[in-house]
């Protein structure tokens, strides 16, 4: 079947312009997930979704990133006046259910192909 | 806050040896998962443990969990080439609700496996 996807695949930005990560989770699933990946940091959460409200938005780096999901389905991670330091890349994941109880497979989280950002 | 070391952070290994890789982790830990990472690709799911010292096994790997040395390892057994790559371990934390890290994943650092022939 489908599995996550994310759109674009590449993205090239100039420093002070704004951009959108797209998300498309596993149908069905209504858990969603923001990391981001960089040589320097490594894995980061950003930010959680049940449905279409975010519970968790800890890892969050700062007021320019923001999510949303829309129909606890599609979501879009918006990065205003990118900096040289947002780049990285950026995955989205989705689970079945945020927890997971004797059912092991529930609350396993299964990651796109991500995007990768540079900032000029 | 939750913290997740693995240890090695890299790893040559030649084919048909063994090897553990560790991951420690901070907190109690609702679950604990194995991911797989290839270059220039995203995360697979290798394994999920419980809490209850589970240990799975999927053809030359083995997962475990001690819950109270907070301590997961990944065991290699006879690797092949086709296992190199970039193994992270990632801890869930307790999920009880109204906890910050409840959904979220904290990963350690990735040990870079490459395996000579």
């Known amino acids: 079947g489908a599995g996550v996807s994310q759109s674009p695949s590449n993205k090239v930005t100039e420093k002070g312009k704004d951009v959108e990560l797209r998300c498309d989770p596993i149908s069905g699933h209504t858990a969603l997930y923001w990391y981001r990946q960089s040589l320097g940091q490594g894995l980061e959460f950003l930010i959680y979704f049940q449905g279409n409200s975010a519970p968790d938005k800890s890892g969050l780096p700062s007021d320019r990133f923001s999510a949303e999901r829309t129909g606890g389905s599609v979501s879009t991670l918006t990065i205003q006046r990118t900096q040289q330091e947002d780049s990285a890349v950026y995955l989205c994941a989705s689970s079945l259910r945020s927890t997971g109880g004797i059912d092991l497979g529930t609350d396993t989280q299964y990651f796109g192909p991500g995007t990768r950002l540079t900032v000029l | ?117």
């Open chain 2, 1 to 117: 806050e939750l913290k997740v070391e693995q240890n090695p952070l890299f790893l040559s290994m030649q084919e048909g040896k063994n090897y553990t890789i560790y991951c420690n982790y901070s907190t109690t830990s609702d679950r604990l998962y194995w991911y797989r990472q290839d270059p220039g690709k995203s995360l697979e799911s290798l394994f999920v443990l419980l809490s209850n010292g589970a240990v799975k096994q999927e053809g030359r790997l083995m997962a475990s969990l001690d819950t109270k040395a907070r301590l997961s390892t990944l065991h290699i057994t006879a690797a092949v080439h086709d296992l190199s790559a970039t193994y992270f371990c990632a801890d869930k934390g307790p999920s009880n609700a109204g906890g910050t890290s409840y959904g979220k994943l904290t990963f350690g650092q990735g040990t870079i496996l490459t395996v000579h022939p």
